[in-house]
């Protein structure tokens, strides 16, 4: 077995997809291929999305890795591609198309030991301890890597702490976005959650909703029923030179109260009191009011400009996406920019403002129009080039409308969730439900050490947060 500082790797092997019976082909067919699009294929240069569920209560009811290991297997079943990998072909010579073969060669599954680790370790510190990032599988790789090395596009860890058990999924971001993640995992935590009661049945009813995969809604916009050919002759040529490690950043974790956002959202919108007639959201004053205090944290120069950027869904703004669709569908559309000065001088509503106006300039004709040029001028999202931008920023990703604290697999709700080391930079910021509900959300933040110290003594940002436990 292999070490990894306090965690220990038990072993390694994968998962196929298991099928109802009336499902299983007699001689299997060749496999498909889903054609991916460029919402799909622009993510391919990011690194997995890594997101895990703190269990304590698992821990004694024994058995665990192996129910854990069975109910992916029948989640797998479910959301069949993604026990496949990425495969290139080229269509011409310097022309390289990326599919995701639909081969069920399966998930990767890892069961690791950490002895040495409480589940207070992980949920009850304000900063995030570095032992975390050893929960997560499939560390360091780029979506396109998945397609040179053949690698999984999915790979779920279970790491057993001292009272606790740590459940973790890495997910290929070329394939699925942060919606199609916690889908798939809250399928695989009921299938789980069901089969503790004895029941095995791979055809079982859920409340998790079917997967959809067709991309034909695409169909008006770019040319996703063959794969669309890219300029480069390999993938390295696509993902370009690789750049060192972001500088080192430090972790913590925010749990705003519900009361504590109402009193946000109260205090924006009776600034806007005369000024306008928007409304501004819950989500809306947290991200102001982080925005501002991270200006604070940095000691930026008054004239000095700070950027937000913002990811946006377009389930339920795009027409003809359907809410279970397991794919990409989400745009880095909303930035906005202020100097450091006006945005802490004006106030938590002007900053929450410029949020909710970047958001709102969202329109759907410019999204398939970009969707339709996509294929001639292609271009990837790439971090490094970020913050080679704005070099000031905050980014933000995931939602509060994800269930993650719903994701019981059989030994009661998580406690806490987190994120693994894929994609961490300065100003990152990934937003959660609350463990309570009811309006309640949660801030894990990623800032240089010496601004995150700054951020979390900052009585008036602080003074929303409850304290950790």
């Given at each position: 077995p292999?070490?990894?500082g306090?965690?220990r790797?038990v072993s390694?092997?994968?998962?196929r997809?298991?099928?109802?019976p009336?499902?299983?082909?007699?001689?299997?067919?060749?496999?498909?291929?889903?054609h991916l699009?460029?919402?799909d294929?622009?993510?391919?240069?990011?690194e997995?999305?890594?997101?895990?569920?703190?269990?304590?209560?698992?821990?004694?009811?024994?058995?665990?890795?192996?129910?854990?290991?069975?109910s992916l297997?029948r989640?797998?079943g479910?959301?069949?591609?993604?026990?496949?990998?990425?495969?290139?072909?080229?269509?011409?010579?310097q022309?390289?198309?990326?599919?995701?073969?639909?081969?069920?060669?399966?998930?990767?599954?890892?069961h690791?030991?950490?002895?040495?680790?409480?589940?207070?370790d992980?949920?009850?510190s304000l900063?995030?301890?570095?032992?975390v990032?050893?929960?997560?599988?499939?560390?360091?790789?780029?979506?396109?890597?998945?397609?040179?090395g053949?690698?999984?596009?999915?790979?779920?860890q279970v790491?057993?702490l001292a009272?606790?058990?740590f459940i973790?999924?890495?997910l290929?971001h070329?394939?699925?976005?942060?919606?199609?993640?916690w889908h798939?995992?809250?399928t695989?935590?009921?299938?789980?959650?069901r089969?503790?009661?004895?029941?095995?049945?791979?055809?079982v009813v859920i409340?998790?909703?079917?997967?959809?995969?067709?991309?034909?809604?695409?169909?008006?916009?770019c040319?996703?029923?063959v794969?669309i050919?890219?300029?480069?002759g390999?993938?390295e040529?696509?993902?370009?030179?690789?750049?060192?490690q972001?500088?080192?950043?430090?972790?913590?974790?925010?749990?705003?109260p519900?009361?504590?956002?109402?009193e946000?959202?109260?205090?924006?919108?009776?600034?806007?009191?005369?000024?306008?007639?928007?409304?501004?959201?819950?989500l809306?004053?947290?991200?102001?009011?982080?925005w501002?205090?991270?200006?604070?944290?940095?000691?930026?120069?008054?004239e000095?400009k700070?950027?937000?950027y913002?990811?946006?869904?377009c389930?339920?703004?795009v027409?003809g996406?359907?809410?279970s669709?397991?794919?990409n569908?989400v745009?880095?559309?909303?930035?906005t920019?202020?100097p450091?000065g006006e945005?802490?001088?004006r106030?938590?509503?002007?900053?929450?403002?410029?949020l909710?106006?970047?958001?709102a300039?969202f329109?759907?004709?410019?999204?398939?129009?970009?969707l339709?040029?996509?294929p001639?001028?292609?271009?990837?999202?790439?971090l490094?080039?970020?913050?080679?931008?704005?070099?000031a920023?905050?980014?933000?990703?995931?939602?509060?409308?994800?269930?993650v604290?719903?994701?019981d697999?059989?030994?009661?709700?998580?406690?806490?969730v987190?994120?693994?080391p894929?994609?961490k930079?300065?100003?990152k910021?990934?937003?959660?439900?609350?463990r309570?509900g009811?309006?309640?959300?949660a801030?894990?933040?990623?800032?240089?050490?010496?601004?995150l110290a700054?951020l979390?003594?900052?009585?008036?940002f602080?003074?929303?947060v409850?304290?950790p436990?």
């Open positions: 292999r070490s990894t306090d965690v790797i390694r092997r994968m998962i997809p298991s099928l109802p009336e499902q299983r082909p007699e001689p299997e067919p060749e496999p498909e291929s889903i699009t460029p919402w294929l622009r993510m391919i240069t990011l997995y999305i890594q997101k895990g569920v703190l269990l304590p209560n698992a821990i004694a009811a024994g058995g665990v890795v192996e129910r854990v290991a069975s297997a989640a797998l479910r959301f069949y591609p993604f026990a496949g990998r990425l495969a290139a072909t080229s269509p011409q010579p022309s390289l198309a990326i599919s995701l073969r639909c081969s069920g060669e399966g998930a990767e599954f890892v690791a030991v950490a002895p040495g680790v409480t589940a207070a992980v949920a009850a900063y995030i301890p570095r032992v990032w050893s929960f997560f599988p499939l560390d360091g790789l780029l979506g396109a890597d998945a397609v040179a053949s690698r999984p596009v999915l790979a779920a790491t057993e009272d606790g058990v973790a999924m890495s290929n070329g394939v699925a976005d942060g919606t199609t993640f798939f995992i809250n695989w935590s009921e299938l789980s959650r089969s503790v009661g004895g029941s095995s049945d791979d055809d409340s998790a909703p079917s997967p959809v995969f067709d991309r034909q809604w695409f169909l008006d916009s040319p996703v029923p794969p050919p890219l300029p480069f390999t993938v040529d696509m993902v370009g030179k690789r750049v060192p972001f500088p080192p950043v430090h972790e913590c974790f925010l749990h705003f519900a009361e504590r956002v109402k946000l959202k109260a205090k924006a919108n009776a600034e806007m009191a005369g000024t306008a007639t928007t409304t501004i959201s819950s809306q004053a947290l991200l102001a009011h982080l501002r205090a991270v200006c604070r944290a940095r000691r930026l120069a008054p000095q700070m950027a937000y913002l990811l946006v869904g389930r339920g703004r027409d996406i359907r809410a669709y397991a794919g569908a745009v880095a559309h909303a930035s920019a202020s450091a945005i802490l001088g106030g938590l509503a002007w900053a929450a403002w410029l909710n106006r970047a958001v300039s329109a759907e004709a410019s999204a398939r129009e970009k339709a040029r996509w001639l001028e292609p271009s990837f999202s790439s490094p080039a970020l913050v080679a931008t704005a070099r920023m905050v980014l933000t990703g995931s939602s509060p409308r994800f269930d604290y719903g994701n697999f059989g030994w009661g709700a998580p406690v806490a987190r994120s693994g894929a994609n930079l300065d100003g910021a990934t937003v959660y439900e609350g309570g009811q309006g309640s959300m801030l894990e933040v990623c800032l240089a050490p010496e601004a700054r979390v003594a900052d009585e008036e602080m003074s929303a409850a304290t436990g």
